[in-house]
C-alpha cells in the first residue's frame, strides 16, 4: 500500500559528501515522520535521523553537525544531506516512514536500503 524508493547510495572518500533521497507513495493520508536509519555489517540497526511534519529534527549523536535531513511535505520526499564522512558512516541506510494511510491506519514502513561506502 506504500513504498519507500531510496536513492543516492554509493563510494566516497573521507571527507566527502552524499546526498540520499527517498520518495514516498501509494495511499497516503500523512506522514507524519521521517527519518534515516543504517545498519552496518555484524552490528543492529541504528538511528540517524528523523524529521516530523512540523520540521523538528533529532539526530544521533555521532552525526550531529555533519548530517541535514529535510522533507517536502507536499512531495512525501525525505532528504539526507551528508557532509564531512567517515569511514564508520560505511552502512547500508534505510528510509523509514510512520503514515497514516488512506484508511486511517497507522503503520511504519521501510525502503529497500541503499549502500553508502566511505574509504580512501
Known amino acids: 500500500q506504500v513504498q519507500l524508493v531510496e536513492s543516492g547510495g554509493g563510494s566516497v572518500q573521507p571527507g566527502g559528501s552524499l546526498r540520499l533521497s527517498c520518495a514516498a507513495s501509494?495511499?497516503?493520508?500523512?506522514?507524519?515522520?521521517m527519518g534515516w536509519y543504517r545498519q552496518a555489517p555484524g552490528k543492529p540497526r541504528e538511528l540517524v535521523a528523523t524529521i516530523v511534519s512540523s520540521g523538528f529534527t533529532n539526530y544521533a549523536d555521532s552525526v550531529k553537525g555533519r548530517f541535514t535531513i529535510s522533507r517536502d511535505n507536499a512531495k512525501n520526499t525525505v532528504w539526507l544531506q551528508m557532509n564531512t564522512l567517515r569511514p564508520e558512516d560505511t552502512a547500508v541506510y534505510y528510509c523509514n516512514a510512520f503514515v497514516t494511510t488512506t484508511t486511517r491506519a497507522q503503520i511504519n514502513f521501510w525502503g529497500q536500503g541503499t549502500q553508502v561506502t566511505v574509504s580512501s
Open positions: 501509494g495511499s497516503i493520508f500523512n506522514i507524519n515522520r
